[in-house]
């Protein structure tokens, strides 16, 4: 830790994450959290909802209710609170519950707190003087007690005048009402205006009421004309059409063949196509023959019709007299779209003109100012809900604002209120889950994080809607992971859910993982391979044989067979000369290669050698990004505004991902495969050995002990270097009988 000025004021600052970072540890850096440089702060901003803390306690701090949580308005925030609380301190306690005491009665903000907060554990009927957040919150129980409330809403419960009481009801029922602060349902002013514009409105509209020209029928006479009338109107213009021409009589009315069609079937399910049959047989006649038969689909609403609205005297009827059946209902059917008032009409006339005939309206406005008097009170009482969820909260949204410090804190059992739980998968316990608010923003910033991330789909039966999650992994291996594996994740309330793996973003988890990644896919592109080569052969084997089987009638079809191809053995034995060839070279070449080991200890170094090759870059890549992995690009995919790089490294990391760990366990698997007998064990080590060692004999790696190769290619070779050095040894002394006739030549000369 280290203490710097910065604006006048001596902040304290800490490494943490990768970075360094404001450490918040006292009332006295509240009061001026104002002056910090907000290039300083982690966070710039958070959103409102999907965190692992109440929302309420949120939304009293977003001012301008944007559902963003910016710097301006935790300072807000915090200038607030360091005026009503006595002690600044006492804020970074988070505490659930504030005493009466610690309210700064100097305040004037403070002074209306405290009388709010009295009120309160008066009308709970509690005794002390803690105001804890469950307190604040019950509204209903805070004015369980009370007539009025200051929420500008009356109930029943308002008065003693039972006549009022019924009127209230009325008014509630009618308009729908609105739920006052007790939680019981009431009317305010607006209501109760419309309530009594409705009264007037309804009765006025019963007041203009026409004769009915059916009586009592009237209703039903409108309805069955509505139903009957287009299809009247459709037995009118056929008539005219066969008037017209006469031979078209037979199209225009029902057809034979129709019936015919439908005859053979089940009548009584057939009602649609028999109700587009005319309403009557069409003749040519202008009149509808009311003693003629009707259409069986329409007959009972024909017959209910004409029962009341024509003359049961009467034997025909014209088009003029069915058009003037529905024009007698004009003026009743104009009247009845004109209602107004409508939702008063169940209370009834009667009522509805006592109601107004002894108005009260008066009177409930005015039992409505009287509540609304106290609309100052209650919102304290408001303000005191405000105080006692940021008084537990604030010190949290802090530690996950200015510096992340719960994110990182050493006690496992402080989680950052970005992390929604835990998902068990693979025999790992994953704690850094958080909630993905925005997949298409996830798709594109998440890669850039450098971790290995599990998206799952988390469904529930305690829970209606389904939950997506992406999990670090950061600690084990990848081998059983793979899109579709079910997992549970259980969130921070402990309810459990069913996840399936949706997407995986593969990035290094260890070291450990690197070092065997290039040999697991080496041995996964070997896997592939065969099974790609053995797919191959199984189609082409099918095709020939399939093939075969159509070619064999016409081989069988045709003269003689061919005859058989005559075995060359001058071919085979150029291709046994190559492969012995071949694996002479390839035997030189190993014999080379390994006469430069001539201690042990060289191989050791080949072999730390090859494995550095190998494993090495991928081990160099990982280690490089797993110092890098951050988890501020995806708190950016959720709609944070991170200011400063947030680190996982490898120490961090593994904190952030439990492995399980088994004991010893000494009792044998019953089911377990039986393994070699020891006689069996060493023979096959015996047999191993003696394959490698006749592979180095064969390879000519004991030719400097003594022990050749017999393989021609070494042998060979062999002999040519003794011949040289016979030859080599027989011109010597010719040379040296040469050289002695000279010199005794010289000599006699």
Not at 46 to 54: A, D, N, R, W
Not at 233 to 253: E, N
Not at 428 to 433: M, T
Not at 615 to 644: E, T
Request: aromatic share 8%; glycine share 6%.
């Amino acid at each position: 830790m280290k203490k710097e000025k910065q604006n006048g004021y001596k902040w304290t600052f800490q490494n943490i994450g990768g970075a360094t970072r404001i450490k918040i540890q006292s009332g006295e850096d509240l009061k001026h959290l104002a002056e910090l440089d907000k290039k300083m702060w982690t966070v710039l901003s958070c959103p409102v909802s999907g965190l692992e803390i109440e929302s309420k306690s949120l939304q009293y701090m977003d001012a301008d209710a944007d559902g963003k949580i910016h710097v301006n308005d935790i300072i807000a925030t915090t200038d607030w609170l360091v005026d009503v609380i006595k002690d600044a301190d006492t804020l970074l306690l988070g505490t659930d519950g504030i005493a009466l005491s610690d309210i700064n009665q100097d305040s004037e903000q403070g002074q209306r707190l405290y009388a709010s907060a009295k009120q309160i554990l008066a009308n709970l009927g509690k005794e002390g003087e803690v105001v804890t957040v469950a307190d604040s919150s019950d509204s209903i129980a805070i004015f369980a007690q009370t007539r009025f409330n200051g929420d500008g809403i009356i109930t029943e419960g308002s008065t003693d005048d039972e006549n009022l009481k019924k009127v209230i009801a009325f008014a509630t029922t009618a308009t729908g009402g609105a739920q006052d602060r007790s939680g019981v349902q009431g009317v305010n002013a607006e209501q109760i205006e419309a309530f009594y514009q409705a009264l007037a409105d309804y009765a006025a509209w019963q007041s203009e009421k026409p004769e009915l020209p059916y009586g009592e029928d009237t209703d039903k006479a409108i309805e069955l004309f509505n139903a009957l009338n287009s299809k009247v109107k459709d037995y009118f213009l056929r008539s005219r059409l066969a008037t017209f021409s006469a031979d078209s009589t037979a199209a225009l009315d029902v057809q034979v063949s129709r019936i015919e069609a439908i005859s053979a079937e089940n009548l009584t399910e057939k009602g649609e196509e028999i109700a587009s049959y005319p309403i009557q047989r069409v003749t040519g006649s202008d009149t509808l023959d009311l003693t003629a038969p009707v259409n069986p689909a329409w007959a009972s609403q024909f017959a209910a019709l004409m029962s009341i609205a024509v003359d049961k005297k009467k034997k025909t009827l014209t088009e003029a007299e069915w058009d003037e059946i529905g024009s007698k209902t004009t003026p009743y059917t104009a009247w009845l779209a004109a209602k107004a008032g409508a939702n008063v009409e169940s209370i009834g006339i009667e009522e509805i003109d006592s109601l107004l005939k002894n108005n009260v309206k008066d009177e409930l406005l005015k039992l409505v100012e009287e509540d609304k008097a106290l609309e100052e009170e209650a919102a304290g009482i408001d303000c005191v809900d405000k105080l006692t969820h940021l008084y537990r909260d604030y010190n949290t949204i802090l530690n996950n604002y200015i510096t992340l410090q719960d994110f990182y804190d050493k006690d496992q059992n402080v989680k950052a209120i970005f992390q929604a739980g835990t998902l068990i998968i693979d025999q790992r316990a994953c704690h850094l889950c958080m909630r993905v608010q925005n997949a298409g923003a996830h798709a594109t910033m998440a890669p850039a994080s450098g971790m290995y991330l599990i998206y799952c789909t988390c469904t529930s039966k305690k829970k209606a809607a389904p939950v997506d999650i992406v999990a670090a992994m950061t600690m084990g291996e990848t081998g059983d992971l793979y899109v579709g594996k079910n997992a549970i994740f259980y969130d921070r309330d402990g309810v459990d859910y069913d996840a399936v793996v949706t997407k995986i973003i593969d990035n290094p988890i260890s070291i450990k993982q690197a070092f065997w990644s290039p040999y697991r896919r080496l041995a996964k592109w070997i896997e592939d391979s065969i099974n790609k080569r053995a797919a191959e052969k199984d189609s082409k084997m099918m095709a020939d044989t399939t093939a075969k089987m159509q070619a064999a009638p016409a081989n069988a079809a045709a003269d003689g067979k061919p005859a058989p191809q005559a075995f060359d053995i001058a071919k085979f034995a150029g291709i046994f000369a190559a492969i012995g060839m071949a694996i002479g070279l390839v035997g030189a070449a190993l014999a080379a290669f390994f006469s430069a080991f001539t201690a042990w200890w060289h191989w050791v170094i080949f072999f730390c050698v090859l494995l550095l090759i190998i494993s090495g870059p991928s081990m160099i890549m990982a280690w490089l990004k797993l110092r890098k992995r951050n988890i501020a690009p995806l708190l950016n995919a959720n709609g944070w505004a991170v200011n400063a790089s947030s680190r996982v490294n490898i120490p961090f990391g593994v904190t952030l991902t439990d492995q399980v760990k088994f004991p010893v366990v000494k009792t044998p698997d019953p089911f377990a495969k039986k393994g070699m007998p020891t006689w069996a064990k060493w023979l096959v080590s015996i047999l191993c050995i003696a394959v490698v060692v006749c592979g180095l004999w064969l390879g000519n790696c004991f030719n400097r002990w003594g022990c050749q190769s017999p393989l021609p290619c070494f042998k060979n070779s062999s002999e040519c270097c003794s011949e040289t050095e016979v030859v080599e040894s027989a011109e010597t002394p010719a040379e040296d009988e040469a050289a002695s006739v000279e010199t005794t030549e010289e000599g006699e000369e």
